[in-house]
């Protein structure tokens, strides 16, 4: 099998090429000198999120610019009166999702998942939250079950996501994983597995048996509530 879709609506379906963070949609009037917060360095970001905002967040036809802003991130917040507030808000929302995001990153590597599932559960809310899409995550584990590395390997539409095994298994022999955990979001739904998040947790688990890779754990994700297969007994 070439790929495995799960979700709900399966004419909506659709992948992304590999990649560390969401791209943004192309928008409005931004300068292309502010970068996404997940290409900045920790010194950076810490600078953006305690100085004065950006001079380039001039907003146009009320559409926030600011690369991977997702829109209306910040609408409701007290002290938003304007497009161009709400942009530099939705911001320095970003910037500190990204600072946190690293942070209960560096706190789980190396350690084993069992010993860091509280930090996992954040860290797993905060890199969904906001995202009107699903997406796919891999957490690739040594021999202890100690994180080596995590990324974001597919994207999808707000319905479901494409998943193509040949990439899930080149990434664990890349790196050297004895077993990996997975995860993926419900936007605006439930945490409750579809029977196409099931099948396809049983599939991706075939799969990986065929070089010898365990998978311990698939998450789902939907905003403050998580789901594990494993603690249900569905692995």
Not at 150 to 164: H, K, N, P, S
């Amino acid at each position: 099998m070439s790929y495995i879709r799960i979700g709900f609506r399966p004419a909506l379906a659709r992948t992304s090429r590999r990649s560390k963070r969401p791209a943004a949609a192309p928008a409005a009037g931004p300068s292309p000198e502010l970068k996404s917060p997940s290409d900045l360095s920790n010194a950076q970001l810490l600078a953006e999120l305690l100085g004065p905002p950006p001079t380039r967040l001039a907003v146009e036809g009320g559409a926030a610019p600011s690369p991977g802003i997702p829109q209306g991130l910040a609408a409701g917040l007290p002290g938003i009166t304007s497009p161009e507030v709400e942009a530099a808000a939705s911001r320095r929302l970003l910037v500190a999702r990204e600072l946190l995001c690293r942070k209960l990153l560096a706190h789980m590597q190396g350690r084993p998942l069992v010993n860091s599932r509280d930090a996992l559960g954040e860290w797993l809310q905060l890199h969904c939250a906001a995202l009107d899409y699903e997406v796919f995550l891999v957490l690739y584990l040594d021999a202890q079950l100690r994180l080596i590395h995590a990324e974001q390997l597919f994207r999808g539409t707000i319905a479901e996501i494409m998943v193509y095994p040949r990439e899930v298994l080149k990434g664990a022999l890349a790196h050297q994983a004895y077993a990996l955990a997975f995860a993926h979001n419900h936007p605006g739904g439930t945490t409750v597995p579809s029977a196409s998040d099931r099948r396809f947790t049983e599939q991706l688990k075939a799969a990986l048996q065929t070089i010898g890779v365990k998978v311990i754990d698939h998450f789902i994700v939907a905003g403050q509530s998580r789901y594990s297969f494993a603690e249900h007994g569905l692995l």
